[in-house]
């Protein structure tokens, strides 16, 4: 057999992500990520076989940056150096996450009943997720630090490990919660970081916002599929779903015409914030 970087040339899909998902090297995660997705589509892959290697549970991680609880991690203000890289740390770190987020559902889902052209998406959203990490890790080295050089949140990985066992909730909460709060958020500090005169940032930025919308698409079109198989309202599936396994706040301002043109309309999330009406 064939190896690269000392791995086995995986077989199946569910094989490729996982090694990707397992490395804790980030290059070699990011060039393990692009090569599943070149293989998936190039249709070298099967889906999945018996002899793909267990789920790691976790993904693999070098041993920076440190973990921290959300509460300790400090605010950011782009007014200052200091204040800008901080903020790009933390986004690379989200980038991070959202690799193994969608490496995961594809590994995880793989036996699911869905059209190949589901895994389809969920390995483009892997590969932009792979690019973003790197503009943004590029990024912070051109302005002399590095992804690792600050504590980041732990927070994300609990949105995995709760909706482990159905993909509709998987759905419900990755793309259509956190990816969607991306919209929300984003424009506001492409603002911010125009306004201070770092363009570099704010162009990856925009690059980020476009793609996301992607992704929030990619999660309501097959939200939907799944529901229209069920026969069940989307919506009130959605809320019903999230009330049960999503823990976090809700929050408006929501970017409402970002959102309905991924397909997310407003009585999907509207009832779920305390502060609309
Ligand atoms: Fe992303
Ligand atoms: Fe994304």
Redesign the pocket.
Known sequence: MIETDGQRVPSTLREAALAALAASDLDMKVDRTNLACRMWFGRRLGLYGAADPAHPGRPGRPSEPVLVSPRTVKRRSVHTLEGRIALIHALAH??LN?IDLALDIVARFAPERVPRSFFDGWMTVAL??AK??RLLSRRLESLGSHYGALPAHDGLWQAVEETAHDLGARLAVVPLIL?AR?LDVTPSLVEKLEAVGDEETADILRI?YR??KK?VAIGAKWFRFLCARERRNPAERFRELVRASFRGEIKAPFNDRARAEAGLTPTFYRALSPRSS
């Open positions: 989200i980038e959202a932009e997720e973003h990490f990816e991306g980020i793609d996301e992704h």
